[in-house]
């Protein structure tokens, strides 16, 4: 990527970085919403919680090759064949296929190596490019992330009611964005003049993975990623059984987005000033418990307040997940390399949770056990957000952490 000398072209790299960070959620957060119409279009729970593990599990996988890839061919013209991959999966994913599911599997897998390569090198781009703007930058691209992950929740069900082809038109409306979004990173995508020889993809994350730090802030990274993903992926369902109408649960999921938005945007810069992001951590993640409880027990008047609460707790915690990277690296190919085993791990950790969920309910006839479930995953968030978010910097150049 070439390094930004004048004010506007660092106006221009910020803008696209944002475009990029709000393509890495939608295609997944729009499912839920629509899960219902799924169901009843004849797949079932564990299918369409499928769509949502599959690209998990990718996001480990191609994680674990991402730094590699960007070595190869420079991280702006990684994010920009991510971009291209993502939005050909969105597509792909809404073909007919009703006997086979074959091109819903290929492009659920393809939705999820694309936006994997932005998950691990967006980290990577802000260590290099802004070191002293760390936790504002941090703050800004998961704030954009979160606000994707509302786009994706809050149009998807308009746009099935008014789309030819239902649902189906409203999954692939996202791939048209990726692509237009991939036109406004495009000016990024020049090659450099000297590219950085790749090592191998994995000697990254075996010489980051000597730091016991660095397994708390990948399990870290997991249980968050599994306790999102597993309670968004159903919540509109979930909301739906205590009385609200789909379009009603889909706005009260939306919002809990765009209020999470404040606390990624906040969080993230508030606690990047201090050394210790222990209790921040260890204090969203319990946020996220409680509201989760909430959301099963409490009156119906005050579910939706809830549902808000949640949205602070899961975002907030993911900007923390973020900004532990950065901050417990010292330098940018730590943090590289940090990135990768996080991700890739965590992600990989966290893959099983919405299909898990979604085969716990259909066990059950309800959804106490399983929401149950993911109240304690956040409880133990919690525990490894405080031991991951403790002082100290973690560098591939010192046989030693800080």
Not at 145 to 155: D, E, K, S
Not at 168 to 192: D, E, H, N
Not at 233 to 239: R, S
Not at 327 to 353: C, E
Request: glycine share 12%; proline share 6%.
């Amino acid at each position: 990527m070439n390094v930004p000398t004048r004010p506007w072209q660092h106006v221009i790299l910020i803008a696209g970085l944002i475009m990029v960070a709000m393509n890495l959620r939608p295609a997944i957060t729009a499912v839920a919403p629509l899960a219902e119409r799924m169901h009843l279009d004849g797949m079932s729970r564990q299918a369409i919680g499928s769509l949502t593990t599959i690209p998990l599990i990718l996001f480990g996988l191609v994680g674990l090759w991402a730094g590699w890839i960007g070595g190869r061919i420079g991280f702006a013209r990684s994010l920009g064949l991510g971009l291209l991959v993502l939005a050909a999966g969105c597509v792909i994913r809404s073909l007919p296929d009703a006997d086979s599911g074959i091109w819903r599997l290929m492009g659920t897998i393809l939705i999820g190596a694309g936006i994997a390569l932005g998950n691990v090198l967006l980290p990577g781009i802000v260590k290099s490019r802004y070191p002293n703007h760390i936790g504002p930058l941090t703050s800004l691209y998961s704030t954009a992330l979160n606000l994707g992950a509302a786009f994706g929740i809050a149009f998807a069900v308009p746009l099935a009611d008014h789309l030819p082809g239902g649902w189906r038109a409203s999954l692939a409306t996202w791939g048209v964005i990726a692509f237009v979004s991939l036109l406004i990173w495009s000016p990024q995508m020049r090659p450099t003049p000297a590219a950085r020889p790749p090592v191998h993809p994995l000697a990254g994350i075996f010489a980051i993975a000597k730091f016991g730090r660095a397994w708390q802030i990948m399990v870290h990274m997991g249980l968050q990623s599994m306790v999102f993903y597993s309670s968004v992926a159903w919540l509109p369902t979930v909301l739906q059984t205590r009385g609200m109408a789909e379009t009603e649960a889909a706005g009260w999921v939306a919002a809990m987005q765009v209020l999470g938005c404040v606390a990624s945007l906040a969080v993230p810069t508030l606690a990047g000033r201090r050394r210790s992001q222990a209790g921040w951590a260890t204090g969203c993640a319990l946020t996220s418990a409680f509201s989760i409880v909430g959301i099963l027990l409490l009156p119906a008047p005050w579910t939706g307040f809830a549902v808000l609460t949640l949205g602070l707790g899961l975002n907030a915690s993911f900007g923390l997940s973020l900004l532990l990277i950065a901050v417990r690296s010292h330098d940018a190919d730590t943090a590289a390399s940090l990135s990768s085993m996080a991700q890739a791990g965590g992600y990989l950790l966290a893959a099983p949770g919405p299909w898990l969920i979604g085969w716990i309910s259909a066990a059950m006839g309800n959804w106490t056990l399983a929401y149950g479930v993911i109240a304690l995953m956040a409880v133990g968030t919690s525990f490894f957000g405080y031991w991951s978010g403790r002082s100290g910097t973690l560098s591939l150049n010192n046989s030693q952490s800080e």
